[in-house]
């Protein structure tokens, strides 16, 4: 047993990732895993556990989020308990569907076996957020209006200030006539109602983890005690209810 701890301890600080396919943007919808998954997220040798006082104050914002615009204003409502993305993700409904990814080429990368690139995806929004490293100073946004096609918003972390109804939108525009999505996701073009929104193909990524080893996760989390940014966004995801094996609809592409 300590022998697997302590390969398990180099897996999840191992900042490298594997070889990738190019980035993917982030469009599911979940699926019900052929098992079920930890009603409280902790895997069953991972001991006694409760989220942190910090967590469960985020958690009393949690709700359904259909839009981005539903997104920026829970950001806004959580500036004062930290507005980082863990606290985020305490917000996010359970059960909740995860797709995970080890891609480290795209512009919200991967941060490594321990800090994979999570896809969240709701019934009509999709969110990606990384635990650790370069991506994970930003949370990300695909808003379906189709079978294939979302609008893309993007948002720096943490937030401090109150964010603007388009500031998702602001801060991926490239001038007044395309976004920095356009080109991987292409067929970009304005939103018709929705001033300073572009809508762009969805695409799905490769390179996946599954729900089973971010538990992995979790648990080394909470058998180290180990305190970090890494450990509070897992808990963040796992603290709060039920997590399943998200999936994505078969019509999307994979960008390769």
């Given at each position: ?45 991972g001991g006694p556990h409760m989220a942190s006082e910090a967590l469960r104050r985020c958690a009393e914002s949690k709700g359904d989020l259909g839009s981005i615009a539903d997104a920026i204003t829970r950001l806004n409502a959580i500036i004062d308990k930290g507005g980082d993305g863990a606290c985020f993700v305490a917000t996010l409904p359970r059960p909740l569907a995860v797709v ?157």
């Open positions: 047993m300590r022998k697997a701890l302590v390969l398990l301890v180099l897996a999840a600080c191992d900042g490298s990732s594997p070889d990738a396919e190019p980035a993917p943007a982030p469009t599911a919808r979940p699926t019900t895993p052929s098992a079920p998954a930890p009603k409280d997220g902790g895997a069953p040798d995970a990814t080890l891609n480290a080429t795209s512009a919200q990368p991967a941060g490594g076996r321990g800090a994979p690139r999570l896809f969240f995806m709701l019934p009509k929004l999709v969110v990606t957020a990384v635990p650790e490293g370069a991506g994970s100073k930003v949370l990300e946004f695909g808003q379906w209006t189709g079978t294939t096609r979302t609008i893309k918003g993007e948002v720096a972390l943490p937030v401090a200030a109150p964010l603007t109804a388009d500031a998702a939108f602001q801060h991926i525009l490239q001038g007044s006539d395309r976004t920095t999505c356009g080109t991987c996701h292409g067929a970009e073009e304005p939103h018709p109602t929705i001033a300073n929104a572009f809508v762009s193909k969805a695409l799905k990524p490769s390179n996946e983890l599954t729900v089973t080893e971010l538990e992995e996760l979790h648990t080394l989390c909470v058998s180290t005690g180990l305190e970090s940014p890494r450990c509070n966004f897992i808990h963040a995801l796992f603290d709060f209810g039920e997590i399943t094996q998200g999936a994505f609809s078969p019509v999307v592409e994979t960008l390769n």
